[in-house]
């Protein structure tokens, strides 16, 4: 369970609803929504889904209605029109008992503030959800000690909130919402008043989690940093509407409006850009079948210390050093030449693991999970990548760095970052 299907959801605060929801569906923004009947405009006209066992980020300036869409999830705000399903149950329609029965079965909910009790024991605290439902002592127990230990904080059971740091605390809130077992996780700035090192190291653990317990967690975030972390999609909202939705990576390369754009322009690039989008697909890919004399044909403008051999589906083969071509003999053939140990990275390996490897040998080989060639990484490509954001000046214009490396005029100097990845789909709605 855990899939939530969100159908032309919209929340208007304060006076004259009705007029503001047919104003909405006369296609009029949050701003001349306010104008002209001065209601607040929480949440426009919003649909996506929200996949089963996936980390979905919410993110967007303050304003944008994160808290208000993650909270119309489960209820906890009313959406004035528009339809929420939990997998197949439509929880616009539950009755006050069924939702309150609902909520607690399917959602966990984790704060910015940890809101634990500071009268009560952190095993109290994370088995407090349990005791309400009425789950018989031992077995609350257990859960709650199977929670604590999953957060790291066992040991510390018997200990009261304020004998606890920022971040443990953090760690109970986390165990309260995974103790009782619900298979969506509904998380708002849960980690934004954590120390950095911290944040950073609850990052790491909450996608470690997510991935062992296969939860499905919609997280609020305005930091982008954060987003790439937990490694989930992004939703991107303004003024209540959602404006892109993709992975990172989609989001970066192809940024559906100037407000994206602007979003993403100080993300660290090399965190978010896979292998297969900065790898080289023009590059000149030999044939182990090929003989020296063809494969020096076909290499002769030179400017490259090594070239990726392919066989005739274009799978991997290896690679040939130029040194190594120059000094054969002429009846040899490519297969003869090749590389004892090329180097070999992950079409979906990000970037930032993959240059340590381009700084040492040069050259690396992108390879897809079917074992075909997408081309080569070299330091040249990375710097290509690296200085080309998109809607930048250097995207049409040549960056210095191609300037000093002779690249041809042909090859588009952009390519690696508007290149479709293989990556999931994305899509823009709003
Ligand atoms: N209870 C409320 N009454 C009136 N207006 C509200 C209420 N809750 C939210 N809003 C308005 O709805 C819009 C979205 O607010 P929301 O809190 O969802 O934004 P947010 O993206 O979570 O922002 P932040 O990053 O500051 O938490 C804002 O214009 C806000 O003023
Ligand atoms: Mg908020």
Redesign the pocket.
């Known amino acids: 369970m855990g899939r939530i299907t969100l159908e032309n959801v919209s ?1 208007v ?2 006076a004259n609803p009705a007029q503001a929801i047919e104003l909405i569906s006369q296609g009029k923004r ?1 701003a001349e929504v306010a104008q002209a009947c001065g209601a ?4 426009r006209d919003i649909s996506f889904d929200v996949h089963e066992g996936e980390i979905l980020i ?1 993110m ?12 119309c999830m489960n209820r906890l ?1 009313e959406p004035t029109v528009g339809r929420i399903l939990v997998d197949d149950v439509d929880v616009t329609k539950l009755g006050r008992k069924e939702l309150l029965a609902f909520r607690q079965k399917a959602f966990g909910m984790v704060f910015q503030h940890f809101a634990l009790l500071p009268n009560r024991t952190i095993l109290s605290n994370v088995g407090f959800g349990l005791e309400i439902k009425n789950v018989p002592a031992k077995q609350r127990i257990d859960a709650a000690m199977r929670a604590i230990e999953l957060v790291g904080l066992k040991g510390w059971e018997s200990k009261y909130p304020s004998e606890l740091s920022g971040g443990m605390q953090q760690r109970a809130g986390l165990a309260r919402a995974l103790a009782a077992d619900a298979d969506i996780l509904l998380m ?2 849960a980690f934004s008043a954590l120390d950095p090192l911290i944040r950073r190291d609850m990052q790491a653990e909450l996608r470690e989690l997510q991935r062992s317990l296969k939860k499905t967690i919609v997280f ?1 975030s ?1 930091d982008l940093d954060e987003a790439v972390a937990l490694g989930g999609r992004i939703v991107l ?1 303004k ?2 509407e959602v404006v892109q939705i993709g992975q990172p990576e989609d989001v970066v390369a192809r940024p559906a409006t100037e407000y994206v754009r602007r979003f993403v322009e100080h993300i660290d690039l090399a965190a978010v850009m896979r292998a297969a989008q900065v790898a080289d697909r023009d590059a000149i890919v030999l044939a182990p079948t090929d003989t020296v004399a063809e494969a020096r044909l076909r290499t002769v403008a030179g400017g490259s210390d090594g070239w990726l051999v392919a066989d005739g589906a274009g799978r991997f083969v290896g690679r040939v050093r130029a040194e190594r071509l120059a000094a054969a003999r002429v009846g040899e053939t490519v297969a003869s030449l090749l590389d004892l140990d090329p180097g070999v990275v992950a079409a979906e390996a990000r970037l930032d693991a993959v240059l340590p490897q381009v700084a040492t040998s040069g050259a690396v080989a992108v390879v897809a999970e079917d074992g075909r060639l997408i081309g080569p990484i070299t330091s040249r490509d990375v710097v290509r990548a690296l200085a080309a954001r998109p809607g930048n000046p250097s995207q049409t214009q040549p960056t210095g760095a191609e300037r000093w490396t002779g690249t041809s005029p042909n090859s588009p100097s952009t390519r690696s970052a508007t290149t479709p990845s293989t990556g999931s789909p994305s899509m823009a709605a709003g």
């Open positions: 929340k605060f304060g949050k607040v405009v929480g949440l919410l967007g300036l303050s304003g944008s209605g994160k808290s208000t869409l993650l909270r705000v708002d700035e609020v305005h909202m003024d209540g």
